[in-house]
Nanobody, 124 residues
């Protein structure tokens, strides 16, 4: 069992930056791939970024490529999402997710554990 707690959301102006954190419980964090997803009001949950167990492989949604960076610190059981050049369309609830296999995954259905989400609001 893995429990995930996100933090770092908030209100930022367009063009600004935020860094989300996701703290995981459990001794097996380092063997899990991790992902970030987001859901805006009235929209489906969508993939944002994923990272393999070692951090050696990352994938991003086209909409955030070059602006967002996913990383992890296995010693701290934490995964991060650095969000730069934020746009109003990035506003959403951001969720951290974990899958108990090593390889990065884009599909939300492949994730077994989810955090409660953190709100990101971007003003224009």
């Amino acid at each position: 069992q893995v429990q995930l707690v996100e933090s770092g959301g908030g209100l930022v102006q367009a063009g600004g930056s935020l860094r989300l954190s996701c703290a995981a419980s459990g001794r097996t964090f380092s063997t899990h791939c991790m992902g970030w997803f987001r859901q805006a009001p009235g929209k489906e949950r969508e993939f944002v970024a994923t990272i393999s167990w070692s951090g050696g492989t990352t994938y991003y949604a086209d909409s955030v490529m070059g602006r967002f960076t996913i990383s992890r610190d296995n010693a701290k059981n934490t995964v991060y999402l650095q969000m730069d050049s934020l746009k109003p369309e990035d506003a959403a609830v951001y969720y951290c997710a974990a899958n108990p296999t090593p390889f990065a995954k884009r599909n939300a259905d492949e994730y077994d554990y989810w955090g409660q989400g953190t709100q990101v609001t971007v003003s224009s």
